[in-house]
């Protein structure tokens, strides 16, 4: 027998992932959030049992929870891209070293967006702070090649913290301004984000019916504490949004319709 090959139990991880019902979960909450009765729907099985594979992927970090910020009944489940990431090229690396994480995507996306005719709206509430960051950031990561815009269902102005967070990555937000949805009516985009549970509720349609995408983001805005609570609470919605749209990237890459 080769003394180099000693018998190794399988990841976890991968049992986890093997199961048919926890796939379609992922599957489904790697494009959007959603509430277990929507998940329910969509796959036609119990309730108890959707909740149970949720609760399993919950247990390994791979699926998180946060309650609704427009009815508290409610509860909005997310895929953790990240974790997700790294344990899967962790158990690659497990096989052999050349299949560990490949080099970056950035760069790979980016060619492929370089003729793109994504349209991309966000929309919160207020249009003060999520969907403005979200707005940049997209553009930023972009290189201008996906068309981002935002707006709210009762725009504010942009708040403070949300220019001073944008700026720590170099973004430059303070010359953008509020806008209210009714600007966008008519008009036709590829993708509409929404980044607050009430504003999903209360998106209207859009012209060539767009891909709808919710991610359940809180509203920095209502953190309670000091300036300091306050300012990193704008900093980890930032952190948090350029994860998601590094993924939405890959997503628009992958799936070919950034390449038109």
């Given at each position: 027998?080769?003394?180099?090959?000693?018998?190794?139990?399988?990841?976890?991880?991968?049992?986890?992932l093997?199961?048919?019902?926890?796939?379609?979960?992922?599957?489904?909450?790697?494009?959007?959030?959603?509430?277990?009765?929507?998940?329910?729907?969509?796959?036609?099985?119990?309730?108890?049992?959707?909740s149970?594979?949720?609760?399993?992927?919950?247990?390994?970090?791979?699926?998180?929870?946060?309650?609704?910020?427009?009815?508290?009944?409610?509860v909005?489940?997310?895929?953790?891209?990240?974790?997700?990431?790294?344990?899967?090229?962790?158990?690659?690396?497990?096989?052999?070293?050349?299949l560990?994480?490949?080099?970056?995507?950035?760069?790979?996306?980016?060619?492929?967006?370089?003729?793109?005719?994504?349209?991309?709206?966000?929309l919160?509430?207020?249009n003060?702070?999520?969907?403005?960051?979200?707005?940049?950031?997209?553009?930023?990561?972009?290189?201008?090649?996906?068309?981002?815009f935002?707006?709210?269902?009762?725009?504010?102005?942009?708040?403070?913290?949300?220019?001073?967070?944008?700026?720590?990555?170099?973004?430059?937000?303070?010359?953008?301004?509020?806008?209210?949805?009714?600007?966008?009516?008519?008009?036709?985009?590829?993708?509409?984000?929404?980044?607050?549970?009430r504003?999903?509720?209360?998106c209207?349609?859009?012209?060539?019916?767009?891909?709808?995408?919710?991610?359940?983001?809180?509203?920095p805005a209502?953190?309670?504490?000091?300036?300091?609570?306050?300012?990193?609470?704008?900093?980890?919605?930032?952190?948090?949004?350029?994860?998601?749209?590094?993924?939405?990237?890959?997503?628009?890459?992958?799936?070919?319709?950034?390449?038109?």
């Amino acid at each position: 027998m080769n003394p180099t090959l000693t018998a190794t139990e399988s990841p976890g991880f991968l049992k986890l992932l093997a199961h048919d019902l926890r796939w379609k979960l992922l599957t489904a909450l790697a494009r959007s959030d959603y509430r277990v009765y929507e998940l329910v729907d969509f796959f036609d099985h119990p309730p108890n049992l959707v909740s149970y594979h949720l609760k399993r992927l919950r247990a390994q970090g791979l699926v998180r929870e946060r309650r609704s910020g427009a009815d508290a009944r409610d509860v909005y489940y997310s895929l953790d891209h990240d974790r997700l990431r790294r344990l899967y090229f962790s158990a690659g690396r497990m096989l052999h070293p050349s299949l560990g994480e490949p080099g970056s995507d950035a760069n790979a996306s980016q060619r492929s967006l370089s003729r793109s005719q994504e349209r991309v709206l966000f929309l919160c509430t207020e249009n003060s702070a999520r969907s403005q960051m979200a707005e940049a950031i997209l553009r930023h990561m972009s290189r201008g090649r996906v068309k981002a815009f935002s707006a709210g269902t009762c725009p504010s102005g942009i708040h403070p913290l949300a220019v001073a967070a944008m700026q720590r990555h170099k973004i430059d937000i303070s010359q953008q301004r509020s806008k209210h949805l009714d600007e966008f009516q008519g008009q036709s985009f590829t993708h509409i984000i929404t980044l607050c549970d009430r504003a999903r509720e209360v998106c209207p349609p859009f012209p060539g019916d767009p891909a709808r995408i919710h991610w359940s983001f809180p509203n920095p805005a209502a953190i309670k504490g000091n300036e300091a609570a306050k300012s990193h609470a704008f900093a980890a919605t930032a952190q948090e949004l350029m994860t998601r749209i590094r993924y939405l990237l890959l997503m628009l890459e992958k799936s070919g319709g950034a390449t038109a």
